[in-house]
């Protein structure tokens, strides 16, 4: 990956705040796109495939992370997820994790450095 830039997918019911994301992600070097929910996803994954994926669990909408995860589990290259949520619930990390997330975040509780840090950890 020395020569390309790594690319993030930012998946949020949230349009503005994934717009913030993908400034942010373009900042610190960053290749990335943004989806609002999981069907969105889903295409970016095929057309963009990302090396993480940035996933709010909790999108309005009918879409679902926690589905997603499922979702991205049948695919032979999924990439590297960070669930990036408000979900503190005990509960509710250990499923996340469980489904394949390798990070969880709480967003409330995390500087966006932070989370560049642990896309960095990740994709070394």
């Known amino acids: ?17 994934v717009q913030v994301y993908k400034a942010k992600l373009e900042r610190a070097g960053f290749a990335a796109e943004f989806a609002l929910d999981d069907k969105a996803a889903m295409q970016w ?7 993480v994926v940035l996933l709010e669990l909790m999108m309005v909408g009918g879409s679902d992370g926690f589905d997603f995860l499922v979702q991205l589990r049948e ?15 005990h509960e ?32 070394k």
Request: avoid cysteine.
């Open 92 to 123: 509710d990390i250990s499923r996340a994790m469980d489904l394949g997330a390798v990070a969880y975040m709480i967003k409330t509780q995390v500087a966006f450095e932070q989370v560049v840090e642990k896309i960095r950890e990740i994709t």
């Open 45 to 51: 994954l095929a057309e963009f495939k990302p090396d």
């Open 1 to 17: 990956m020395a020569d390309e830039k790594i690319k993030i997918l930012a998946v949020d019911s949230d349009e503005f705040l």
């Open 75 to 89: 695919q032979p290259d999924a990439p590297a997820v960070i669930a990036l949520t408000n979900l503190a619930e």
